[in-house]
């Protein structure tokens, strides 16, 4: 795919989650009152609801600032990130904050996390809800996680929900995840996977792509790309289960039979 299609694609993105960053009001709704990672954007009303499917608890759900979940993701990184007091912590593609707020929690006072977005609405409404609610030990920076705005080595865990697949140059996110950890650090990422081949219609539809579908690449070729950017244990398992709520992005074309939600973890 040649670059001009690359900005095409990251500008339709950007755009996308502008749209939703700027129609989220209060934490029962969900881009405005559909699923956000729904291609079609008629999917289920409450952003709580789609959480807890996606594996987050309702005790986290309760615990965040208002506002900032807006129902995006396909699982819940928390659950295999295993984050300890006073580590660094980086969330790709960093939304509205939801991640970065849980996360918060865990690392505690001595901890720091870094949220990375491209889209300034989306930086803009997660920085007024940290300072807002005193959140002293978080921060949002506004950058591509292609061209991470953060220094050598010198995060603990890279933690990231359903935005790796939105990018059109995954070989460049690995190196980049692999530049800013420390030796010994780790990947938890949940994320789009393709188990069958997408038709061509699919593949050209760029609401597709921000609906998390057209750019998925397969458990393989995510493998070969983190390999060669130089990470280690890599661990990517498919999860069956998150085809019922995939089901509900899109019922007329059945992405359930394409793609999957997964877990991705790897060490530096």
């Not at 040649?2 to 009001?25: F, G, M, P, T």
């Not at 987050?56 to 979940?69: C, F, M, Q, T």
């Not at 904050?97 to 300034?120: E, Q, R, Y």
């Not at 990422?189 to 998390?212: H, N, R, W």
Request: proline share 3%.
């Amino acid at each position: 795919m040649c670059e001009v299609n690359h900005d095409q694609i990251r500008n339709h993105v950007r755009n996308h989650y502008q749209k939703i960053a700027l129609s989220v009001v209060g934490s029962n709704s969900c881009c405005g009152g559909a699923n956000c990672c729904s291609p079609e954007g008629n999917g289920q009303p409450f952003a709580e609801e789609i959480s807890q499917k996606m594996g987050y608890s309702l005790e986290e759900l309760k615990n965040i600032p208002n506002g900032a979940n807006m129902g995006l993701g396909c699982g819940n990184p928390q659950a295999i990130a295993d984050l300890k007091e006073g580590e660094t912590v980086l969330d790709l593609g960093s939304g509205g904050g939801f991640d970065c707020f849980l996360a918060s929690k865990k690392v505690g006072s001595n901890g720091k996390v870094i949220g990375v977005d491209m889209t300034p609405e989306m930086i803009s409404k997660a920085r007024s809800l940290a300072e807002k609610n005193d959140y002293r030990n978080v921060e949002f920076r506004l950058g591509e996680i292609e061209n991470l705005p953060v220094a050598d080595g010198i995060v603990d865990v890279i933690i990231s929900n359903c935005v790796i697949n939105l990018s059109p140059n995954k070989k460049r996110v690995f190196e980049e995840a692999y530049r800013v950890l420390k030796s010994g650090g780790r990947l938890a990422i949940s994320d789009i996977v393709l188990t069958a081949g997408l038709p061509e219609e699919f593949k050209s539809d760029m609401q597709l792509y921000s609906g998390c579908v057209s750019g998925a690449s397969t458990i393989e070729q995510l493998y070969k790309l983190m390999e060669q950017a130089g990470f280690k244990n890599i661990i990517i398992v498919s999860k069956d289960e998150s085809k019922e709520f995939i089901k509900e992005w899109d019922s007329e074309r059945r992405l359930e039979e394409y793609i999957v939600s997964a877990i991705i973890r790897a060490e530096k």
